[in-house]
């Protein structure tokens, strides 16, 4: 079995330990955030880093990179106060992973990729027309974590849209029948496919002796 201390990891090459480093958290979520500046440039960019915070009341996390020049996600939600969040199909994929791709800020992704751009209910970011589940966000708060400048951002769900094969009939959503994917390490992309639902589990009789 290989071993990495500590001190082989800080020695690592930068590209070989990004994709280490990377896959050691296990499959990740792939999602499409979208965001619009307030003089009108809509923006979308891939993240891995999306996770659940709360279901009463819905909100979801997701974790930004140290700011940048390019950072046009984080300004787009502080200016605005809404994004939303799509889910990346098997479809998608090529063109989903290129929003990783740092362009200026007056260049959308959308034009540079087959991903559609699309309004729904008058929310003010757009959505991703050819994602299988569309969720629209309203920012809460951040956290920014000191250690690495990597910042948590809070928001809660407004609005859900999905396609209709996906939702079972107590709630549970089956991403495999949307082809949705996921993220191994920061750029490998792997379809899934539910193997078994188990109920809610409680705690086993321990035995007298």
Not at 44 to 58: N, Y
Not at 78 to 95: A, P, R, W
Not at 161 to 184: I, P, R, T
Request: glycine share 8%.
């Amino acid at each position: 079995m290989k071993c990495f201390t500590q001190s082989d990891l800080s020695s690592l090459d930068g590209l070989y330990r990004i994709n280490l480093i990377n896959g050691l958290s296990g499959f990740k979520s792939a999602n499409l955030i979208g965001t619009i500046s307030e003089d009108g440039n809509e923006n979308v960019a891939i993240f891995s880093s999306v996770i659940h915070l709360g279901s009463d009341p819905p909100i979801l996390g997701f974790i930004h990179r140290p700011i940048t020049a390019e950072g046009n996600t984080y300004e787009n939600i502080k200016q605005t106060g809404f994004y939303t969040i799509n889910h990346l199909s098997k479809e998608l994929m090529e063109d989903g992973h290129h929003t990783s791709a740092k362009y200026e800020r007056d260049v959308s992704e959308f034009d540079m990729t087959s991903l559609k751009s699309e309004y729904l209910e008058d929310f003010r970011a757009p959505f991703v027309a050819q994602a299988p589940i569309k969720i629209a966000m309203k920012y809460l708060e951040e956290y920014p974590i000191a250690f690495n400048g990597t910042i948590l951002m809070v928001g809660e769900i407004t609005a859900v849209y999905m396609e209709d094969a996906l939702l079972g009939v107590d709630g549970f959503v089956d991403l495999s029948k949307g082809n949705v994917v996921a993220v191994n390490g920061p750029d490998g992309y792997a379809l899934t496919k539910l193997e078994n639902r188990y109920p809610f589990q409680y705690p086993k009789q321990i035995a007298k002796k």
